[in-house]
C-alpha cells in the first residue's frame, strides 16, 4: 500500500502580484526588526539590573530601615543552577523572652532632611539670548511661565516624592515630558470669541488638539543605565525606564488586547520587600512596558539615536531621533551623597550599624530590667513544686520540710559603661547625620543674636550643600526643557496665569514663537538652602530698632500669618497704587479716545458730538470749571483721588516705572503716568508755581488752565476723537485744574 504524503499543499507564487510580495516580504523585514529591537531592549535591561545588583541589595535594606522593619536580614537566593540570583529579605526567628524592640532613630533623620531641602522652591530666571528689548521681554516672560506651569502642575509635590527616594536610596529622578493625547486644561473655558481671534491669527475655527506637560516621580528601581561611573545622565548612550501597566490601560492607550505577563511590581521590586512592607498582594493582571532613550552613535540599529516604547513583546512606537528639541533625556537626576559613580548613597547607610546597637543595647537593658521584676529562684532539688511557681503577687511558696527555703538568684546590675554606650550611640546618629541640637530648636542658653543662630545651623547644613547644588541643577534642566516644550508646541496662543512681583495675579495670553529661543533657565546658587524664621525675624528686628528699615518693611519681609495681615492693613495704600499701574499700563488707545468723548456734549437735535459747547460733566452735563468759573481739562482716565495717601502713590508708579515692564509700553502709556504722578505731586503742592489743587468729591484738581488751551483741546475733539486723546496726552500736565469727577465707567477706587 502507498504510504500517504505528509506535505500539505502550498499556494502558488504566481497566484500573487509584485505588489502583494512586496507587501509580505516588507512586513517580514518588519516583523524581524521589530523582533531585533525587543531581544536587544531585554537584554540589555538584564544586564543593566545584574550590573547594580549590589547597589538594590542595600536599597532594599534602607528601605526596611526607614520603614521601621530593622530585624531583617538579607539572605541570598539561587537559581536552579546553585547560582546567586538575587537576595530576599527575611525577619530570622528568636526565642519569646528576647527583647528586640524597635526605637527607629532613623526616621526623623530622614524627615528632617526632607523638611530642610524641600522647604524653599529654588529661584529659578531666565537669561535672554542677546541685550535686544525683545529678548529682555521674552526672557521675562518665559520666567512667568516657568512660575504659573511649576503651581499649576504641582511640581514641588513631584518633586517631594523624588526627595524621598533620593534620601532612601541615594538617587532620585523627576521626568518631564508632553503629552500629546493629554486633555489640556488651557482650553477648557474658551469662548467663542477667544476662538474667532485665534481664527483671524491664522489658527484652525475649532479648538486645538490637546496636549499637556506631564511631570512624575521616577523611581531608582524603574530606571537603568549602562555605564555606572558616568556620573552625567547626558553622557549615558541610553536609558531605559520600566514600568508596569494592567491590560486595561493598554488597550486604551494602544488599543492592544495583551494577556498580562508579570506581577503589578514584583518584577521590579523584590517580592519579599513588598511581603515585609504589607505590600504584596499582588495579581498576575500586568503588563511589562519598557521606554527607551538612545544617543546617537551608539546602537547599530538606531545610529542616530532616538526613543522607542515596547509593551508586552509588541513595538508600539520608534521615533528615529530625540523628538524633543532640547535633544536631552527627559530626567533630572538628584544625587545625595556623591560617590564618584552615577548612582548616589543614602545617609541609612551609614546609620544602619549604629541603628542595629542602638536596638540591641536597648533590648538588653529591657531583658535586665524584666529579669530584676521577676527574679529567679535558687531551691533544691525536691523542695518545690517549680510548676506551681507563678508572678502572682503575695503569692506563697511552699516547700518541703527537710529542704532549705527557696532564695532568690542574686543578680548584677548592668555596667554604667552599658548605660554609657546609649549617650555614645546618640551621638553617632548625630555626627553621622549631621543633626545636632540646633538642627532639632534647642539653642544653646543665652544665643539670642540672629548671627549666632545663622552661624550654628549653616554648621549642620553644610553637609547638604551638595544635594542642594544638586537640586538646583535639576530644577534647571526641568526649568529649561519645560520652556523648550513651550516653544515647539504652544503653535497657539494659551493662556497663562501669573503673579507680578506686587503678588497680584493676572492672565496673559502667549505662544510659543513669543519665547524667541530665551529658554536658558539659571537657578539662583543657593536660592534651595532652609532658612530659619527665627533667625530671619531677630535680624528683622535688629534692622528696625536700629532704624536702616522702616517699620512696615520689616513686617512685609518677616512672613508671620499674623503678621502679614497687619502689614497688608497697613499697606492698603501701596495696594491700591499697585493696582493703578496696572489699570494704567492696560489702557488702550481707543479707550482712551472713547474716554475723552465722554465730555463732550451731543447736539440734542441729530444726537452727534457738539464741542462748540464746551466740555462738560458726563454725571452732571455741567461745564467742566474750577471754582474760578475757568475751564478745566477732563481728569485722567485713571483719575487721583482725594483719599490717596500721595506719597505713597508716588513712591509705587515711581518704582513701576524704573522696571523693564515700563520701558515696554507705548509712549501714550508712559505720557499717562507721567501725568498721573505729576498730579498726585501738585495734591502735596511739590510743583513750584503750582497752587495747591481743591478737592472735588471723588478727585482732586490739577491748577488753572488757559482759555485758549482749552479752545484747542474741544477744536481736537471736534477734528478726530483718536488725534484728541493723543494730543492731550501730550499737554503739559501742570497747566491742568479746575475741579474733577470721573466718569463712572473709569471712574476712582471706589
Excluded at 530622614?110 to 524653599?120: D, F, G, H, N, W
Excluded at 531605559?240 to 498580562?260: C, F
Excluded at 545625595?336 to 546597637?357: A, C, K, M, N
Aim: overall charge negative.
Amino acid at each position: 500500500m502507498a504510504k500517504s504524503s505528509s506535505v500539505v499543499p502550498t499556494a502558488d507564487a504566481s497566484q500573487f502580484s509584485e505588489e502583494q510580495v512586496s507587501e509580505l516580504a516588507s512586513r517580514t523585514k518588519q516583523k524581524d526588526f521589530e523582533n531585533q529591537v525587543i531581544n536587544w531592549t531585554k537584554s540589555a535591561h538584564l544586564r543593566c539590573r545584574t550590573v547594580r545588583q549590589q547597589l538594590e541589595r542595600q536599597w532594599y535594606l534602607n528601605l526596611a530601615f526607614y520603614s521601621g522593619k530593622q530585624n531583617v536580614q538579607l539572605v541570598p537566593t539561587s537559581g536552579s543552577s546553585g547560582s546567586s540570583i538575587g537576595v530576599r529579605l527575611y525577619v530570622p526567628p528568636a526565642p519569646y523572652y528576647r527583647s528586640r524592640p524597635v526605637i527607629n532613630r532613623i526616621r526623623p533623620i530622614i524627615r528632617t532632611e526632607l523638611s530642610k531641602l524641600t522647604a524653599q522652591k529654588p529661584s529659578a530666571t531666565v537669561v535672554p539670548s542677546t541685550s535686544d528689548d525683545s529678548d529682555l521681554a521674552a526672557a521675562q516672560a518665559g520666567e512667568q511661565i516657568w512660575n504659573s506651569i511649576y503651581r499649576e502642575k504641582k511640581i514641588h509635590s513631584v518633586f517631594r516624592q523624588s526627595m524621598l527616594w533620593t534620601l532612601c536610596c541615594g538617587t532620585g529622578f523627576m521626568k518631564v515630558y508632553w503629552d500629546g493625547t493629554k486633555k489640556s486644561s488651557q482650553w477648557e473655558n474658551w469662548t467663542q470669541e477667544q476662538m474667532i481671534a485665534v481664527q483671524s491669527m491664522g489658527g484652525p475655527a475649532q479648538k486645538p488638539p490637546d496636549g499637556d506637560f506631564c511631570f512624575e516621580n521616577i523611581t531608582p528601581f524603574h530606571l537603568f543605565v549602562p555605564d555606572l561611573m558616568q556620573e552625567d545622565i547626558e553622557n549615558q548612550p541610553y536609558v531605559i525606564q520600566v514600568q508596569t501597566r494592567s491590560a486595561e490601560w493598554v488597550k486604551l492607550h494602544y488599543g492592544l488586547d495583551m494577556p498580562p505577563n508579570v506581577m503589578e511590581a514584583s518584577d521590579i521590586l523584590n517580592d519579599s520587600f513588598l511581603n515585609l512592607v504589607g505590600a504584596g498582594e499582588f495579581r498576575k493582571d500586568s503588563i511589562m512596558c519598557y521606554e527607551v532613550w538612545i544617543k546617537p552613535g551608539n546602537v547599530t540599529f538606531m545610529p542616530e539615536g532616538g526613543m522607542f516604547t515596547i509593551v508586552g513583546d509588541r513595538l508600539v512606537q520608534f521615533v528615529k531621533g530625540n523628538p524633543y528639541s532640547h535633544q536631552q533625556y527627559p530626567f533630572a537626576k538628584i544625587a545625595h551623597i556623591p560617590t564618584g559613580r552615577f548612582y548616589g548613597d543614602s545617609v541609612i547607610t551609614d546609620l544602619i550599624p549604629i541603628q542595629r546597637e542602638y536596638n540591641r543595647t536597648r533590648g538588653q537593658i529591657t531583658e535586665n530590667k524584666n529579669k530584676m521584676a521577676h527574679l529567679q529562684l535558687v531551691a533544691a532539688k525536691g523542695a518545690i513544686t517549680a510548676s506551681k511557681i507563678n508572678t502572682e503577687p503575695g503569692q506563697v511558696i511552699e516547700y518541703n520540710l527537710g529542704f532549705p527555703p527557696p532564695e532568690p538568684m542574686p543578680l548584677q546590675t548592668l555596667p554604667a559603661y552599658v548605660l554609657q554606650e546609649i549617650d555614645r550611640l546618640l551621638m553617632d546618629f548625630e555626627d553621622i547625620s549631621g543633626q545636632h541640637q540646633v538642627s532639632k530648636g534647642q539653642v544653646p542658653s543665652g544665643v539670642t543674636a540672629a548671627t549666632a543662630i545663622n552661624y550654628l545651623q549653616e554648621q549642620d547644613e553644610s553637609m547638604l550643600s551638595v544635594t542642594h547644588d544638586g537640586i538646583e541643577e535639576a530644577f534647571g534642566k526641568l526649568g529649561y526643557q519645560t520652556l523648550c516644550h513651550v516653544q515647539q508646541y504652544w503653535d497657539l496662543p494659551r493662556k497663562v496665569k501669573v503673579t507680578g512681583k506686587d503678588g497680584y495675579f493676572n492672565v496673559i495670553s502667549f505662544q510659543g514663537a513669543d519665547l524667541k529661543g530665551n529658554t536658558d533657565v539659571q537657578v539662583e546658587a543657593g536660592s534651595s538652602l532652609p532658612t530659619s524664621k527665627a533667625a530671619k525675624q531677630a535680624f528683622l528686628m535688629d534692622m528696625m530698632t536700629q532704624g536702616f528699615i522702616p517699620p512696615e518693611k520689616g513686617l512685609e519681609l518677616m512672613e508671620m500669618g499674623g503678621v502679614q495681615r497687619l502689614y497688608e492693613e497697613i499697606q492698603v495704600d501701596a495696594a491700591q497704587a499697585s493696582r493703578e499701574n496696572m489699570r494704567m499700563s492696560a489702557v488702550t488707545q481707543e479707550q482712551m479716545s472713547e474716554y475723552s468723548m465722554t465730555f463732550v456734549p451731543k447736539d440734542p437735535m441729530t444726537g452727534q458730538p457738539d464741542p462748540s459747547q464746551g466740555l462738560i460733566d458726563p454725571n452732571t452735563s455741567q461745564p467742566l470749571m474750577d471754582q474760578a468759573g475757568n475751564p478745566t481739562a477732563p481728569p485722567l482716565i485713571v483719575p487721583v483721588n482725594s483719599f490717596d495717601a500721595h506719597q505713597v502713590h508716588i513712591q509705587i508708579h515711581n518704582t513701576y516705572r524704573k522696571s523693564q515692564e515700563f520701558e515696554q509700553l507705548t509712549p501714550e502709556i508712559k505720557q499717562l503716568f507721567e501725568e498721573h504722578v505729576n498730579q498726585h505731586m501738585m495734591a502735596m503742592g511739590m510743583i513750584p508755581g503750582q497752587p495747591a489743587p481743591q478737592q472735588g468729591q471723588n478727585a482732586v484738581t490739577s491748577g488753572g488752565m488757559e482759555q485758549g488751551q482749552a479752545d484747542q483741546l474741544l477744536q481736537q475733539i471736534a477734528g478726530s476723537p483718536q488725534d484728541a486723546s493723543a494730543d492731550q496726552s501730550q499737554m503739559d500736565p501742570n497747566s491742568q485744574g479746575g475741579q474733577q469727577t470721573p466718569p463712572p465707567q473709569m471712574g476712582g477706587e471706589g
